[in-house]
């Protein structure tokens, strides 16, 4: 990046500041695009050591992260969280605080530095409209093991939760020991039925599946980088509307 130049993004009838240049200015392999900022990234594994990709952060909060943790790796596109697995990290679930930026020569997390500023806005944004609506947009899903049988909990509170749910429902062998939050194996019992009945609806706890919890699409729910039909649906409907 050219020195005095900020990091820019045509937008509408002129050019829009993603981040000033002393915020990325000693940030690694900082790129510009014209939608997007590319930073160098990584993640540590103790078994596996240090996981390099780059990471592209756009002005709609998507944030993708093409891996680079050997020649080979044919890994792109990847969610934090999908990229904080991929790299073997022992203590996932963590991606804000897992995934580091090199600062001035240092591993710094993502969470302290400046990329978030749009990931966090769009969050911000999505779960206000749906406050603002009185309405609960997602309950807690269930999905069953392939190996056991057993039926084990998901959590869609956030963007990630979200995004690990949709992942193991496109998972035809997705099993206990996939499980994104709980540290579980079949051996683990199934919860009760009694506690399964309880979705995290706030209408009624033990709601089957109304329109007021059960969200048919959504940006928390719903990822530009998938290409499964329903997100590609989805993106597409969301385009022709704007």
Same mark, same amino acid.
């Given at each position: 990046? +050219? @020195? ?14 993603? /981040?000033? #240049? ?5 940030? =690694? ?41 050997? &020649?080979?790796?044919? #890994? ?6 999908? /990229? ?7 203590? +996932? ?15 710094? &997390?993502? *969470? ?9 806005? *769009? ?9 603002? =609506? ?7 899903? /269930? ?5 056991? @049988?057993?039926?084990? $909990? ?13 992942? *193991? ?13 709980? $540290? ?6 199934? #919860?009760?039925? =009694? $506690? ?26 719903? /990822? ?11 993106? =597409?409907?969301?385009? *022709?509307?704007?």
């Amino acid at each position: 990046m +050219a @020195n005095g130049a900020v990091v820019e993004r045509e937008s509408g009838g002129g050019s829009a500041a993603l /981040f000033r #240049e002393e915020e990325l200015r000693e940030m =690694s392999g900082v790129k510009s695009g014209e939608e997007f900022v590319e930073v160098t990234c990584g993640c540590t594994s103790h078994r596996y050591g240090d996981a390099v990709g780059r990471l592209r952060v756009f002005l709609n909060g998507d944030l993708e992260i093409a891996c680079e943790c050997t &020649p080979g790796c044919q #890994e792109d596109k990847l969610t934090p969280a999908a /990229f904080e697995k991929h790299s073997g990290r022992e203590t +996932a679930r963590k991606w804000k605080n897992n995934v580091w930026i090199m600062v001035n020569g240092e591993k710094v &997390p993502l *969470a302290k530095t400046v990329l978030l500023k749009y990931y966090n806005q *769009a969050s911000k944004n999505a779960n206000g409209s749906h406050k603002s =609506s009185g309405k609960v947009c997602h309950r807690d899903e /269930f999905i069953r093991c392939t190996k056991c @049988n057993k039926e084990r $909990r998901f959590r869609l509170r956030s963007k990630e939760e979200c995004r690990e749910h949709h992942d *193991a429902l496109l998972d035809v062998n997705w099993d206990c020991s996939d499980h994104p939050y709980d $540290r579980i194996t079949c051996d683990n019992d199934e #919860e009760r039925a =009694s $506690r399964r009945l309880y979705r995290g609806c706030s209408r009624s706890p033990t709601c089957k599946g109304c329109t007021s919890c059960v969200c048919f699409g959504c940006e928390i729910c719903r /990822f530009t980088d998938c290409s499964c039909q329903t997100c590609r649906d989805f993106t =597409s409907n969301a385009r *022709a509307q704007v």
